[in-house]
């Protein structure tokens, strides 16, 4: 099923993304599983861009919403490409840094059929093998559509105590105010996430060298390039 990360700001949901990028992709060969992710947050997920296992890497910055709404995009096409043949596809696993950043982007018409899609691929991804992790600030920023269809919660420091005890969380079983620790509404039970010792950047390149023989992934969301030459181009000068 699919995973919901809520807490504030610092509260650590970022980092617990990275974290399951990373336990991903250090136990899973590159051809078994795709990794996309879309980072709506201060860009603390960049780094998994360089792991053999991604195909799409998503941020903000200039020009930002048109690679989003093509992102939203490519999970709809995904999602019927395996609808048709529902056999034959490797794991792929969604991260999604910001879904309240998302929502106020994509306010108008045409952003609420992109999130129209994303809703229909995150209810119906996980039985064809396309399964979320996913992160918001506010609790209240996750729409019905999502809600109602999310197996997995883990709650962080949230801004609204209220929030928690919606959600079954009460007293002594709220988690304490330390990036990374979290609890889980549906047991109580309280987890703090595991980061690597050694930094993001240099986990990812020590799971890029145990996946170096790993042949490279064509991007699913591609760039189009500054300056083109005529050589590039495959034509001769007139």
């Not at 980061?195 to 990812?204: K, N, Q, R, W, Y």
């Amino acid at each position: 099923g699919n995973l919901m990360l809520m807490g504030v700001a610092g509260s650590g949901t970022t980092t617990a993304l990275a974290s399951i990028a990373l336990t991903l992709a250090r136990d899973t060969d590159p051809a078994d599983l795709d990794l996309l992710v879309l980072d709506l947050g201060s860009r603390g997920l960049e780094a998994l861009e360089r792991l053999p296992h991604t195909v799409a890497y998503v941020g903000t910055g200039a020009g930002a919403k048109e690679q989003q709404a093509r992102f939203l995009r490519h999970l709809n096409t995904e999602l019927e490409r395996r609808r048709s043949d529902p056999g034959s596809h490797r794991r792929a696993v969604v991260l999604i840094d910001g879904l309240a950043s998302l929502r106020d982007e994509f306010q108008d018409y045409e952003g609420q059929q992109m999130l129209d899609m994303l809703y229909r691929a995150y209810a119906d991804g996980p039985a064809l093998g396309l399964s979320f992790a996913v992160s918001t600030t506010r609790a209240k920023a996750v729409p019905s559509a999502m809600n109602e269809v999310t197996l997995q919660r883990w709650l962080f420091r949230l801004a609204d105590t209220y929030d928690y005890s919606s959600l079954g969380v009460r007293g002594k079983q709220i988690p304490a105010p330390v990036p990374g620790r979290c609890v889980d509404p549906r047991n109580s039970l309280q987890m703090h996430v595991a980061t690597p010792g050694i930094g993001l950047e240099a986990a990812v390149e020590r799971v890029c060298r145990d996946w170096a023989h790993a042949p490279a992934k064509a991007a699913a969301i591609r760039r189009l390039p500054t300056h083109l030459t005529l050589d590039q181009l495959g034509v001769a000068p007139q």
